[in-house]
DNA sequence: GCCAACGTTGGC
DNA sequence: GCCAACGTTGGC
């Protein structure tokens, strides 16, 4: 199990369109950078991720779940660009802000502070944890703490 | 809305 | 293969 995080516009893509589409998931098209790619490509099924909005909010807002491994991105015809498909699994009971993960010592190295600009991320198991727990969630259960 | 950071493109 | 120009991301 590895874990990750998504960021999103929510004017583009929320958390609410999100959960909208249940358990069917939706595919993470559009994005056009290699590095995020790769680490789509990497994803595993039911790997757990953070659904960060950027932009506005500025926060983590809940958990997804990986349901379709890497397959081409349908919205562009070039086959450099994949995408995986997430579904929501559940809110973050207290959301969890930038500011909050840049004021943690726990969290300095995440690259969501240190590669700001990278929109598909890892995150590290004892940063699931952490940010889980900020979040109010046990991060092995995702039971709210 | 600004601008810094940084990834990509394309000329040489 | 270098690097300048350019475009995009995303925090502020």
């Not at 069917?24 to 659904?51: S, T």
Request: charged residues 30%; contains cysteine.
């Amino acid at each position: 199990m590895q874990y990750w995080l998504f960021k999103s516009e929510p004017f583009k893509w929320s958390w609410d369109q999100q959960k909208a589409k249940g358990d069917a998931g939706e595919e993470w098209d559009g994005i056009r950078n290699y590095q995020a790619r790769n680490n789509m490509r990497l994803m595993e099924l039911g790997d757990k991720a953070f659904f960060y909005h950027s932009n506005e909010g500025l926060e983590v807002v809940g958990i997804a779940e990986i349901c379709a491994l890497s397959h081409p991105d349908t919205t562009i015809e070039d086959d450099r660009w994949d995408c995986v498909d997430i579904k929501a699994v559940c809110d973050m009971p207290k959301f969890v802000t930038l500011k909050d993960v840049k004021a943690s010592q726990a969290l300095s190295d995440m690259a969501l502070v240190t590669s700001m600009r990278l929109s598909v991320q890892p995150v590290k198991p004892d940063e699931w944890i952490e940010v889980c727990r900020m979040g109010g969630l046990n991060g092995n259960t995702l039971k709210p703490l």
